[in-house]
């Protein structure tokens, strides 16, 4: 059982980027999936998530307006579309799988599958 992310990089103050988490070794279509990112010498903190149906949605405060969640089951794949991009945004970002279904929750420990990160940096 795997979660790869992938799309991160380097981007400017302004700038969009989509990530992409895909899981292979099982399906994760009656799963809740989320999004997490750590800053250097910070917390890991829950940005995004979306039920398995992905008709609810969670977003943090600062994010709101600028990222958007989605998922195709059918490609066992979610996305973190992330536009207007500030540096406070930079960190390394994890999708995660919770198959139990606990409500979104904002510990990691409500988590039991990871991605192994992708790096964010957003310059000013």
């Known amino acids: 059982v795997q979660l790869q992310a992938s799309g991160g990089g380097l981007v400017q103050a302004g700038g969009s980027l989509r990530l992409s988490c895909a899981a292979s070794?099982?399906?994760?279509?009656?799963?809740?999936m989320a999004w997490f990112r750590q800053a250097p010498s910070k917390e890991r903190e829950l940005v995004a998530a979306?039920?398995?149906?992905?008709?609810?949605?969670y977003y943090r405060e600062s994010v709101k307006g600028r990222f958007t969640i989605s998922r195709d089951n059918a490609k066992n794949t979610v996305y973190l579309q992330m536009n207007s991009l500030k540096p406070e945004d930079t960190g390394v970002y994890y999708c995660?799988?919770?198959?139990?279904?606990?409500?979104?929750?904002?510990?990691?420990?409500?988590?039991?599958?990871w991605g192994q990160g992708t790096q964010v940096t957003v310059s000013s």
């Open positions: 979306i039920s398995w149906s992905g008709g609810n949605t």
């Open positions: 995660a799988a919770d198959p139990i279904r606990r409500g979104f929750s904002y510990s990691t420990g409500g988590y039991d599958y």
């Open positions: 070794g099982r399906s994760f279509s009656s799963a809740d």
